[in-house]
């Protein structure tokens, strides 16, 4: 982590990119994970938001991707809470309503868009949820 910290202080573009191939590792969450490690390591919120963002564009050689300008594209989410504060809400639903104290059943993430369409994440949730209790009946397809 030191040498994260250190690299970044020099100059270094430190990217983000989990490979969660590894058990009990699942896609998505563990880049959550790895956002959180960058913080610990010693980046600001916003250079970690950059290494997931305008920084991995610029390692998978996409010009036109990363940041938001006119003209290239960007796939966004919307959410009602501010990840530089806490990087789980990229994660959708949290285990605590911070409100209530109770389980929470309401997605913390307002929107999706994706090429231009604007998806319920709260459907998008019933979906996987659909799709894994057919999987587990064995009527999936």
């Not at 989990?18 to 563990?30: I, K, T």
Request: glycine content about 12%; hydrophobic content about 40%; aromatic content about 6%.
């Amino acid at each position: 982590m030191r040498f994260i910290r250190e690299y970044v202080r020099q100059g270094g573009h430190v990217s983000v990119g989990s490979d969660s191939g590894g058990p009990f590792q699942l896609y998505g969450f563990q880049t959550v994970r790895e956002l959180e490690l960058l913080l610990e390591a010693g980046l600001t919120p916003l250079e970690v938001v950059r290494a997931a963002t305008q920084n991995g564009a610029r390692v998978l050689q996409q010009p036109r991707m990363g940041v938001l300008r006119p003209g290239f594209v960007a796939d966004m989410v919307i959410l009602d809470e501010n990840p530089l504060e806490d990087f789980k809400v990229l994660i959708g639903r949290g285990p605590v309503d911070k409100a209530t104290g109770r389980p929470q059943r309401r997605s913390r993430i307002r929107a999706v868009i994706v090429d231009g369409r604007i998806y319920d994440p709260d459907r998008l949730l019933a979906d996987v949820e659909n799709i894994v209790s057919a999987e587990r009946r064995g009527d999936g397809s």
